[in-house]
């Protein structure tokens, strides 16, 4: 009897070789050339037969050699016999007493074996293959150390980080071109407020963005500002305390520090109080300006911008005459 081992559920090809001797043990054919009907299959150490010879091919003898004959049975052939293949199941194959052997009616077992029944070994299953594909598929055409080296497999080989994933890495021993993770950095985004809470205004106030405190850096463009004015900045400059710091070297310095009670003392005047030279100094414009008026209001204009003029004398010497019928001439 030979132990054929452990099969994989569906196997096409379970081959039971086996031959037949005379009673001195010699090779001999038997009466008649072997077929399926003359082989009965037994599971699990029951009673329980193969009912049909569905997927059982005999070749009696094989290659034409005398008393060797070979038995095929596939495994992934269920027609009339469903459910007797299955994983976790141990199979017998006899072979009845149907034919004679040098004048003997034999029966003899043939072969044991199982399918999935006897694996210790790791079995590694193919991610995404429909059932019945080997490992071996996937590994048939991996890149060599040269290929890496001179970089000549096919772009699409190449791990892709938008597509590809890499899981569950642990540990990276070196890492180049950035900076590595030393700690666990997700405890700052552990508690990141939701959609709702922003919308309900339900997280700490704590948590919401101090503008005395935080930082909006590198603004390059603000496309509208709401509830600011000229208004609100104007009275924002003009309603600061003078008591607030100011940078030194500032025109808010300069104007704070000259701009302030005590800026008539710094006047070149020596009145602190100017009010008093100015009226004196508008009094006495103001007389000279009477005694002008005085003069003036003795001019007589008969003719537009024409003055009429009564000459008596000439460089102290009087003269006679009217400039007309009478010429003038000395006194």
């Known amino acids: 009897m030979a132990q054929l081992g452990d099969y994989s559920e569906d196997t096409t090809a379970v081959r039971v070789y086996f031959t037949t001797h005379d009673k001195a043990g010699g090779i001999i054919a038997p009466s008649a050339v072997f077929n399926p009907l003359d082989v009965s299959v037994y599971k699990d150490g029951g009673a329980i037969q193969k009912v049909t010879t569905n997927g059982m091919t005999m070749t009696s003898p094989f290659d034409a050699e005398t008393g060797l004959h070979l038995l095929v049975i596939d495994t992934s052939n269920d027609t009339g016999d469903a459910g007797f293949w299955a994983a976790g199941s141990d199979y017998m194959v006899y072979l009845n007493t149907a034919k004679t052997v040098d004048g003997e009616t034999v029966g003899a077992i043939l072969a044991e074996f199982s399918i999935e029944n006897r694996r210790t070994e790791d079995v590694f299953d193919r991610l995404g293959a429909p059932a019945g594909a080997s490992v071996s598929a996937d590994i048939m055409d991996l890149p060599t150390v040269s290929e890496f080296n001179a970089r000549t497999l096919v772009a699409a080989s190449y791990f892709d980080p938008a597509t590809d994933t890499v899981a569950l890495v642990t540990t990276v021993t070196t890492l180049t071109g950035h900076t590595a993770q030393t700690a666990d950095h997700t405890a700052g985004i552990a508690d990141i407020p939701t959609v709702a809470e922003f919308n309900a205004r339900t ?68 009145d602190p109080d100017p009010s008093g030279f100015i009226d004196a100094a508008i009094s006495t414009g103001n007389t000279a300006a009477a005694a002008i008026q005085a003069k003036t209001d003795d001019l007589t204009f008969t003719k537009a911008l024409e003055l009429d003029a009564n000459i008596q004398s000439i460089n102290g010497a009087g003269v006679v005459g009217d400039g007309n019928a009478t010429p003038w001439d000395g006194a």
């Open 203 to 270: 997280i700490l106030s704590a948590d919401y963005f101090d503008p005395a405190a935080d930082t909006v850096a590198n603004v390059t463009t603000v496309a509208g500002v709401t509830g600011l004015t000229v208004a609100t900045i104007v009275l924002g400059v003009w309603d600061e305390l003078t008591a607030t710091a100011r940078t030194v070297g500032s025109y808010g310095q300069l104007f704070k520090d000259n701009v302030n009670a005590t800026i008539s003392s710094r006047s070149s005047h020596g």
